[in-house]
């Protein structure tokens, strides 16, 4: 069983403020705390250094020139072997974000923790007090902003919602993105974009620009609010969830060795499940109306958020940055465009 959840001080490396996360872990904090109290209970003080990759050759040390060795200054730990070009984003520096955010008001830093062994880093902070999507189900907009140690993902800052009854995290797409540069951006992992910066590492980051690139929030957040009310008006009647969620599941079951795909999806845990959150077992059902889609957007995210996967902790790696992300923002698309 995978561990993503990094446990080098003896503990889970996740800190939080108000109600205990879906996933259950991390210590809890009092609102307002500084950032020096996140840094320390959230696992993220430490800084990432780097070294020549150096070999032993007949009893000889040499460098292996251009490539460096990237490694945690509290632990040693070795991280990734990257370019003599890959810039670094520091924990710390996920931290200062946050906290100049909340310099700026309306921003509150609620869940930050690392991934990995401190490959992964990342914040999560609450912009607002949210609105419903239809009655008293409420999601709330969040920016989220992360980062990498080996090579597996860019430097990232973007919104996402939370629907307040269960904590499903829901992919606010609403429009193209914008790398450092200002220019419309191309998702090569095939999720949703909206407001979103990706840096990439042989770039340094200017965090004041990515504020600004991120844009107006109560914009962003209000054409993603029409957008996913619209789901709350379209019905889906059983043929119809059954071919969304068979094509949404086939769209990533693997396919064999001769190009054929393994047995019918709907004989898999994740469609059967998936159909059963849709036909009223959904956290906060009485809330979401009756067999729509955005019931169906939310049976995908309670399944991806809060049983997809073998533990708690690769669920949350997943729901952020993964495959969970993916299928998550798959669906939505496919919701929106039916």
Not at 8 to 22: K, L, S
Not at 99 to 106: A, K, N, Y
Not at 147 to 166: E, L
């Amino acid at each position: 069983m995978a561990h993503e959840i990094d446990q080098t001080a003896g503990r889970n490396a996740i800190a939080f403020v108000g109600d205990t996360p879906w996933h259950g872990l991390g210590q809890k904090l009092s609102p307002g705390m500084g950032m020096d109290v996140w840094s320390r209970e959230a696992g993220l003080n430490y800084d990432v250094l780097r070294s020549p990759v150096c070999y032993n050759s007949d009893n000889d040390i040499k460098s292996f020139d251009g490539r460096d060795v990237l490694y945690r200054s509290d632990t040693g730990a070795p991280l990734s072997v990257v370019s003599k070009g890959y810039n670094i984003v520091q924990p710390g520096e996920i931290l200062n974000f946050f906290g100049r955010l909340s310099e700026i008001g309306g921003f509150e830093l609620e869940v930050a923790g690392v991934l990995s062994g401190g490959k992964r880093v990342w914040g999560l902070a609450k912009v607002g007090e949210g609105a419903p999507i239809v009655g008293q189900d409420i999601v709330r907009p969040y920016v989220l902003f992360a980062t990498s140690y080996d090579g597996t993902m860019a430097t990232i800052a973007k919104f996402t919602a939370i629907r307040v009854v269960c904590s499903n995290t829901i992919t606010m797409a609403v429009g193209r993105g914008f790398d450092s540069a200002g220019k419309i951006e191309n998702d090569t992992e095939d999720r949703a974009v909206s407001t979103l910066v990706r840096i990439p590492h042989s770039r340094k980051i200017n965090t004041d620009e990515i504020r600004q690139q991120l844009g107006i929030v109560a914009d962003v957040y209000e054409r993603w609010m029409v957008n996913t009310r619209l789901l709350v008006d379209q019905s889906m009647n059983a043929t119809e969830a059954d071919i969304f969620i068979f094509k949404l599941i086939d769209s990533i079951t693997p396919t064999t060795g001769q190009g054929r795909k393994l047995p019918d999806v709907r004989g898999s845990k994740a469609y059967c499940r998936i159909l059963e959150l849709f036909d009223g077992k959904i956290k906060g059902a009485d809330l979401a109306g009756v067999k729509n889609k955005w019931v169906m957007l939310n049976a995908v995210s309670e399944f991806v958020d809060h049983e997809r996967g073998n533990s708690v902790d690769t669920r949350l790696a997943g729901a952020w940055f993964g495959a969970g992300d993916a299928l998550k923002t798959k669906a939505y698309n496919m919701l929106k465009s039916v």
